[in-house]
């Protein structure tokens, strides 16, 4: 509701080192989604990083998304591209929601 510095601050305010592997994943993508919010997409790429080995993750799948395009954002293009590929593998979209993606990666046709 357009109060990303109070969100990112609470976030970021947020003692983990009490919190299940689950509860970790979902600190980390509050996270990465206010820094991605913010324009600060290496850090969030840090965060969103984080959850994407959990196939299980409720978000996993917009989450890949949103790492492939702040790593293609923070000038990290071949992660970036290496993740694409490997998000099209896993989750077979379709081609306007890929198109999409490259798009948001500053990759789509002009």
């Known amino acids: 509701m357009g109060r990303i510095d109070e969100a990112l601050a ?48 409720k978000y996993a799948e917009s989450l890949n998304r949103l790492l492939i395009v702040s790593l293609a954002r923070a000038g990290q293009t071949e992660e970036a591209d290496h993740d694409f590929d490997d998000w099209v593998r896993r989750y077979h979209p379709s081609v306007e929601v890929a198109a999409s993606i490259l798009d948001k990666m500053g990759l789509g046709t002009q």
């Open 10 to 57: 609470a976030a970021q305010a947020i003692d983990t080192s009490s919190l299940s592997a689950d509860e970790l994943q979902g600190v980390a993508w509050v996270r990465g989604i206010t820094l991605y919010s913010k324009g600060q997409f290496a850090q969030a790429a840090v965060q969103f990083e984080k959850p994407t080995g959990n196939p299980k993750f």
